[in-house]
């Protein structure tokens, strides 16, 4: 009864895996409890049907737009102090530990994120948001990846690197697209939609659809199909 209500759930919110029947109930019990104590928190400090870890702080939660069954897991700070509206669609998921910034200096108000349905991300990921990020739907994310959307000038050797100020292009990937663990975006750089990132790439630069890449810098690897 218990899985049938968990798959039934499932497949309302998108997901159309068959749960696995060896799976123990005392297993869902325990998600059922700790859903719904996120879902309290959420609704306190966002006055909308989030699902909000522990220790999660949210900032200006009325320039964010959530989707339907959004999830912030726990001991993360979300920065909703940006020019434009933060998005996080429907069923998006942004893992433990992790960190949005999007005005980190008074001298630029940051522009932030749009995360588009049925994407998530793992723990410990930090979205440099202030030159925006735009992430498309059903992009899946390893932990620890790292967004960096602006730039520090440093071409005037009569002034201090910090006083030169920071140029911003923004980040862009496109849909479906699986990401591996400990990758690294950085200012100006679009992924294609259909696309692989290898774990540990650094990537800088504009790919296109349906490609693996990877590395330091990362470059196409094989085309897919």
């Known amino acids: 009864m218990l899985k049938a209500l968990f798959q039934k759930l499932l497949i309302r919110s998108g ?5 696995d029947a060896r799976i123990p109930n005392a297993l869902f019990y325990h998600i059922l409890f700790k859903r ?6 959420g609704f306190f ?14 900032l200006n939660p009325r320039n964010i737009r959530f989707g339907k069954n959004v999830t912030i897991e726990k001991n993360t ?10 998005v996080l669609g429907d069923c998006v ?23 588009g349905h049925h994407s998530a991300i793992g723990d410990y990921t930090h979205f440099g948001a202030a030159g925006g990020i735009k992430i498309g739907n059903d992009v899946i994310m390893g932990s620890y990846i790292s967004f960096h959307s602006e730039n520090h000038n440093f071409s005037d050797t009569t ?9 911003s292009k923004g980040i862009v990937l496109g849909n479906n697209i699986w990401v591996g663990a400990k990758v690294t ?6 992924v294609g939609n259909n ?11 504009v790919f296109p659809d349906n490609v693996v890449i990877g590395g330091v810098p990362a470059k196409v690897l094989k085309t897919i199909g």
Do not use: P, W
């Open 195 to 205: 696309s692989v990132v290898a774990a540990g790439a650094v990537v800088n630069g």
């Open 159 to 167: 002034k201090l690197i910090r006083e030169q100020g920071v140029s």
């Open 77 to 86: 700070i979300i920065d909703g102090f940006a020019s434009e509206r933060i």
């Open 93 to 115: 998921k942004i893992g433990a530990f992790s960190t949005l910034t999007t005005t980190s200096h008074f001298s630029k108000y940051g522009k932030g994120l749009k995360m």
């Open 36 to 41: 719904g104590c996120m879902l309290l928190r």
């Open 15 to 19: 997901k159309n895996y068959q749960i």
């Open 185 to 190: 975006f950085l200012d100006g750089c679009v």
């Open 45 to 58: 400090k966002t006055g909308r049907k989030v699902f909000v870890g522990s220790n999660t702080t949210i």
